[in-house]
């Protein structure tokens, strides 16, 4: 029997790409509910944007979070608004070219978003190598000056959140793009070990969380690829484009040392933005290719140890096309309606407490991608993708015994294409995902 699957595509899951045989002994599942709350998008009410016409979108979706940065828009009503319409919880990011003001502004808004229970976590500024770095006390710092203002400010909204009575439950994410550091400050750490000899002191605490802004396309990895999506997730040095490796383990611009792969592998880590214009690579990035490479990157992100992924952005704007849904806040792309049959599909109230094991392989070569997860009453639920550019698979997956297997296509429907019984399925894996649930 021939089920489809992606091939330019990167549909979803796997906690890593395990051999057949580790999988005979069993894999565990993870929680539905986690995966689909790891789901994330950026958006620009601090710009504004009208809360009132992004809620629909989120609720269509079904995007629990969003990333959004103060930008020196200190009143928080239109995040609130947003929480209060969409019941989105917010990441809040002190934002581009940050001064000293922004500093208290960014606690003081994250204080009225805890009190709303709209609050997710609490960002460093974005991108200081980008829009003019940053000013602290009396110093300019990012881009190609010093990074030590960028550092310091890093530190003290670190203390300062935790030393907050209302906020120091939630985590820091750590500043993006600290592979651009022109001096070794130590922004690539958590926390700078002992044997690190930064210009920070030894001990010094940035963050709860690790941050990159892995694009699955780059300037050096520009053309179409296999497992384009499952690479960019990578948290090692295979990683082809501004992954974690570059900005955590050995930095990207002057090649400062930081965290070993073995280490990157266990580092928290979240993914505060990433995502693709239609149009991109010389016109490869069509809307389908656009809605695959976006199931597929909270697929592999969540598989390979990334606890929130947000994908830029909600709506296209200035920055272009990047959008689940063109400029005038109505017009859908294909992205979102996928989205919304997907986090239907998979969508669970609440975590299972007590993780099942399956026992299952398939063949196919390594562009093929799988996920195990467990909602909460119990039922287990399989999802297969692939990463080929063009082209399919024929692959045959084995389960550990004969099962009930309902099988879904978050590209077509929310209701299930079909319901049978066996052990050992042959799957064709082209351009769709598969998400199968398994009982018994």
């Known amino acids: 029997m021939k089920l489809r699957i992606p091939s330019f595509g990167l549909l979803l899951m796997l906690a890593v790409t395990l051999p057949a045989a580790a999988r005979r002994s069993g894999t565990k599942a993870r929680s539905a509910h986690d995966f689909v709350q790891s789901i ?18 989120l609720q269509y979706t079904g995007i629990p979070n969003v990333r959004d940065a103060i930008d020196k828009n200190y009143s928080s009503q239109g995040l609130l608004r ?17 001064t000293d003001e922004d500093l208290p502004a960014t606690l003081t808004m994250a ?3 805890h009190r709303e229970g709209a609050l997710l976590a609490i960002e460093g500024p974005n991108e200081p190598n980008n829009f003019g770095g940053l000013r602290y006390q009396g ?24 030393a907050d009575p209302e906020l120091k439950q939630y985590p820091v994410i750590g500043i993006s ?22 210009l920070m002191p030894a001990g010094t605490v940035f963050a709860d969380r690790a941050n990159a802004h892995n694009y699955m396309y780059h300037p050096a990895w520009y053309k179409p690829a296999d497992n384009r999506v499952w690479q960019a997730a990578s948290p090692r040095s295979d990683c082809r484009v501004d ?4 900005n955590h383990g050995r930095t ?14 266990q580092l928290p880590r979240w993914t505060t933005e990433t995502g693709v214009r239609v149009g991109d690579a010389d016109g490869v990035v069509t809307e389908r290719v656009q809605a695959c490479h976006y199931l597929n990157v909270f697929l592999a992100q969540f598989s390979r140890g990334w606890e929130r992924t947000f994908i830029y952005e909600l709506t296209d704007d200035g920055d272009g096309t990047f959008g689940f849904y063109h400029a005038d806040y109505r017009t859908p792309r294909l992205a979102a309606h996928w989205m919304h049959r997907f986090t239907s599909i998979l969508r669970d109230e609440a975590p299972h407490q007590t993780r099942g094991r399956l026992a299952y392989s398939h063949t196919g070569s390594p562009c093929i991608h799988d996920l195990l997860l467990q909602k909460a009453d119990g039922t287990l639920w ?6 080929r550019v063009e082209g399919e698979e024929p692959v045959t997956l084995t389960l550990d015994r004969k099962r009930k297997i309902t099988e879904y296509d978050p590209t077509v429907d929310t209701q299930p294409r079909r319901t049978l019984q066996g052990k050992s399925l042959t799957l064709t894996m082209d351009q769709s995902p598969i998400i199968l649930k398994l009982e018994k």
Request: hydrophobic share 35%; glycine share 12%.
């Open 111 to 113: 204080r009225q978003l």
């Open 82 to 98: 947003l929480h209060q319409l969409s019941g989105c919880r917010i990441l809040l990011c002190a934002g581009s070219g940050a």
């Open 139 to 162: 110093e300019h710092g990012g881009g190609n000056r010093s990074w030590l203002p960028v550092a310091r400010f890093q530190r003290d909204l670190y203390q300062q959140v935790k």
């Open 382 to 387: 399989l999802i297969l993708w692939g990463e």
């Open 40 to 57: 994330g998008v950026c958006i620009h009410v601090q710009h504004g944007q009208d809360p009132a016409l992004l809620a629909p979108m």
């Open 252 to 265: 990207w611009l002057k090649h400062h040392q930081g965290y070993t792969e073995e280490q990157l592998e």
């Open 243 to 246: 992954g974690l490796w570059g």
């Open 177 to 198: 793009e600290t592979g651009a550091q022109t001096d070794n400050t130590g922004l690539q750490f958590l926390t700078i070990p002992d044997t690190a000899h930064c």
